[in-house]
């Protein structure tokens, strides 16, 4: 029994101590956060853009070219795999362009979840009353007004919790982007397992980083979601 | 005021206003009374263009499927029975917030009439309250001061009432009374008749989509001539 907890201590020491192998950790842990977060901001503005057209075109008819892209775009991202997504950006998009992974990386996640943030706002938008636009155009509020006022603030706040179950999903994703050589948490737990031809505390510590930051995130958008909705 | 010819609208195969001619002139107070279904909210939707219809409809002189009444739709308010207050934003910025986007007047007017409107419907200390700690006779007087602060040349209302408690039913119908008697021109679809036969200049009564008698309360209420008035005034007041 000692023996094994000794020996435990030793593994510990050779994953993460042994040659600042902690590093790996902090490194990985920089590039996932820094990967779901401008992914998150750019997805977030794409599905907007998004939202924005396909509701403007189902209120007026109008932007019909727009609305087809959207549609498309909307239904190719939704039917392939990210890991596709992220090697047809990768191998064949910015094949020659001097571009860091990184960058595609967040280019490829924000494209994704801009697809799936499109679908949350939208039914973001449906749940506030029609009653309220009708109200909203009677009073001679332009389209973009009624929008900006009262349609987004209130769609916001119906889907805050969608949306931060979209960021938590995105932190996990990111973990794809292993397969083109960025260092995210997997990627730096693989690296140090395969010096140290020891799995556990790799995995182990990836698990418990991944963990925290979801429970991070949650306690956020439950907080978030309080503030929004203080009208209710 | 309001011109109105051979309106007509349908919902796919179903036709529920069929050739409505109509005129209403500035301070009318029109009452519509008729069956549920008869098409009386369609009606009143398709005079500030929420419907599209066939016919032609015009408001002071202008077509009002044309650009130049989009630009004075403000000029028609609308109260409808489920009040739609902005959720968020509160009942200060629920009236104002038309005025100052559209920019009808400066903004200490616009302050000034919010707290004059809110005084009038006794509700100063809530302007900071959002809707939903509102009574439902609080809301709706809160959306007609809401289309009062735009200065409209005419209101709608679409059962202002239907949605409230016995209670609150008599503090919105009075806010009605006093905006009338400030020579508002109103155009109501209501169930109230009591309130109908004080309140209206003219009374229309609609059935199947069609206007089937018109007249003054007195003509309507008092001496009904076709025979479906009759049996829906008798129902009514049971
Ligand atoms: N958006 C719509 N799509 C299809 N049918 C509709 C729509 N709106 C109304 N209708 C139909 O049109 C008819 C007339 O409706 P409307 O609401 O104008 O009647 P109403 O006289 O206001 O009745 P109520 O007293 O119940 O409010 C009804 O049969 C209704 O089912
Ligand atoms: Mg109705």
Redesign the interface.
Known sequence: MIEWFSELGDRFYQSVIYDERYLYFLEGLKNTLLMAFFAAILGFVIATVVSIIRDYHKETGKLKILNAISNIYVYIIRGTPTLLQLMILYYVVFRSVDISIITVGVLTFGINSGAYVAEIIRAGFDGV?R??K?????????YF?TMK??VF??AI?KIFPALGNEVITLLKETSVASYIGIVELIKASDIISSRTYDYFFPLIITAIIYLFCTFILTKLISFGERRLN??? | MYKIEKLSKSFGKNKILKNISLEISKGERVVIIGPSGSGKSTFLRCL?G?ESFQGKIFFEDKDITKNEFKRM??K???V?Q????????TVWENIT??PL??KIEDEKTINENAKKYLSQIHLEDKSEV???SLSGGQRQRV?II??LM?HPDIILFDEPTSALDAEMIDEVLNLMMDVAREGMTMVVVTHELNFAKEFATRVIFMDEGKILEEGTPLEIFNHPKSERLKVFLGKIKH
């Open positions: 009353s009653g309220q009708e109200a909203a155009k009677t009073l001679g509020l332009s007004k006022s009262i603030p209130q706040g203080r009208y209710v | 500030n929420l739709r403000h028609v308010g609308m409808f489920s009040f739609n207050l902005f959720e968020n934003l917030i038309a986007s559209r959002y809707p939903s959306a809401r289309t735009m």
